[in-house]
T-cell receptor, first 111, second 113 residues
Framework: DAKTTQPPSMDCAEGRAANLPCNHSTISGNEYVYWYRQIHSQGPQYIIHGLKNNETNEMASLIITEDRKSSTLILPHATLRDTAVYYCIGPISGSARQLTFGSGTQLTVLP | DVKVTQSSRYLVKRTGEKVFLECVQDMDHENMFWYRQDPGLGLRLIYFSYDVKMKEKGDIPEGYSVSREKKERFSLILESASTNQTSMYLC????????????FGQGTRLTVV
């Protein structure tokens, strides 16, 4: 059963911030949330992950709510090349072996 | 950079054939995964392995088996290929259990005729 909920699709104007939400209401303890994206015809690519604090790297920012039951991936200045399916995966414990993907959000960046 | 290499990008096989899909990673990762991806169904986990000779079933293991004789290599086997196994197959690896920053191969598009 899916442990995360994401909208099936979103649009964003080029140059604007893309905010992709994810609900992971069953998260508990020391469980992480991971984000990947898959550009058409390529394998998924890791973006970022977080536990409880907000995280930022060269690709994106991850904002996790205080109760940790939801998070938002932010692409600060979306480009056409950011058009992809974005997967929020979790909760993942520190000893988890399995990596299961849900349906993801199809983000389309519009010119 | 981590490299995950799948042996073929495109493959066409006949129904009933035994098919081997090979995956090699070069970063000494403990975890390896096999997925299939179909339109409208997303990525589905077939099998994964967290150590040499260790394997665990994913969500859709029926009709598949796997082999991990060496740490760097994880093979997916279709014992008797069927047309409903026509799909894109993706291999991935990650450093260790709990670290799921996974790296994916380029995929193998298998067509069973």
């Amino acid at each position: 059963d899916a442990k995360t909920t994401q909208p099936p699709s979103m649009d964003c104007a080029e140059g604007r911030a893309a905010n992709l939400p994810c609900n992971h209401s069953t998260i508990s303890g020391n469980e992480y949330v991971y984000w990947y994206r898959q550009i058409h015809s390529q394998g998924p690519q890791y973006i970022i992950h977080g536990l409880k604090n907000n995280e930022t790297n060269e690709m994106a920012s991850l904002i996790i709510t205080e109760d940790r039951k939801s998070s938002t991936l932010i692409l600060p200045h979306a480009t056409l090349r950011d058009t992809a399916v974005y997967y929020c995966i979790g909760p993942i414990s520190g000893s988890a072996r399995q990596l299961t993907f849900g349906s993801g959000t199809q983000l389309t960046v519009l010119p | 950079d981590v490299k995950v290499t799948q042996s073929s990008r495109y493959l066409v096989k006949r129904t009933g054939e035994k098919v081997f899909l090979e995956c090699v990673q070069d970063m000494d990762h403990e975890n390896m995964f096999w997925y299939r991806q179909d339109p409208g169904l997303g990525l589905r986990l077939i099998y994964f392995s967290y150590d040499v000779k260790m394997k665990e079933k994913g969500d859709i293991p029926e009709g598949y088996s796997v082999s991990r004789e060496k740490k760097e290599r994880f093979s997916l086997i279709l014992e008797s290929a069927s047309t409903n196994q026509t799909s894109m197959y993706l291999c991935a690896s990650s450093l260790r259990p709990g670290n799921t920053e996974a790296f994916f191969g380029q995929g193998t598009r298998l067509t069973v005729v």
